[in-house]
């Protein structure tokens, strides 16, 4: 589901001796390549690595939409372009804090649901947050305007919940960018929420800048479309196609809600899925690469037939990183 993590070496060892791996790894049982510095690749450039440590948070459901929760290490693949990668690093991702990123349309066509999607997102935050958790309220029109920085006071976060307000057109893009912006910053999983009618009609930001800044961040997008955008010029890149693609490309997930009842349910299903991930990492056997992009691929063995199941992660991540 995301890029690479660029993550602290302590941060590291903390999450490898939860799972187990990090004692075998120090003391050298299983043999790891040390860390690679900058290295020419084929086609001139060079591919700068921090921590050559690729993080994914995996959800795995059956065909019904169940939580498969009791897979193993031993149960996963894990491939990049094409190639196959040895799992070092398994765990349940309960036990990672999580920050989230929480972004609420205000422009003038949600103007009638406004109230229901911010008592909504309360419930929601008090729902998921636990003290080493992490939200903030971001609120965008015209303009992205962040009304609360990233805390786990419940009322701080109902604050910034409330002080958002209505503007005139939607700047969905933008929102995605700096929310994003402000995640890659953090450190564990990042999470961005989204409840939009999925229009964009003034981002200064374009979908690819958005969808990028979000993959380099590493977060994942859930997307809640409140109104469909049936009939929409542009649709692919600036409504309610673009969010689906958005989500799916992340490891996220879209809902649809058109009521109060499918707002909450929505929340829910988020709330239930962030506690039930895995997470996969593993050390690239491809030091060198031709494309800024590698993809990633996950699997499932052992467990009956693989049309049963339906594992969802994200696509890949950048070997490099823009200029945020």
Known sequence: MFHR??????????MLS???????LAQGKDKQPPPPQAQQAPDGFAISVTVPVVGVDVVVTDNNGNFLTGLK??????????REQTIAVFDKESAVPLSIALAIDTSLSTRHDLPLEQASAKRFAHMILRPVDALSVFGFSEIVLQSSSY???????????????????TAL??????ASRSLDKRQGRKVMVLITDGGDTISKIDYKEAVRAAEEAEDLVYSIIVVPIENSAGRETGGEHA???LSEDTGGKYYYATSMAQLDDAFRKISDELRTQYLLAYYPSQRLSNSQFRRIQVGIVGQGEATAYRVR???????????F
């Open 5 to 14: 993590w660029f993550i602290s070496i302590a941060f590291l060892t903390a």
């Open 151 to 169: 805390t786990a006071d419940l009322k701080r976060i109902d604050e910034g919940i409330d002080h958002i307000r209505l503007g005139a057109a």
């Open 18 to 24: 939860q799972a187990g791996e990090l004692r075998a």
């Open 313 to 323: 992660h994200r696509a890949g991540y950048y070997t490099t990183k823009s200029d």
């Open 73 to 82: 290490k031993e149960n996963f693949t894990v491939q990049e372009d094409g």
């Open 173 to 178: 893009f933008d929102a995605v960018y700096l």
């Open 243 to 245: 969010l689906i693609q």
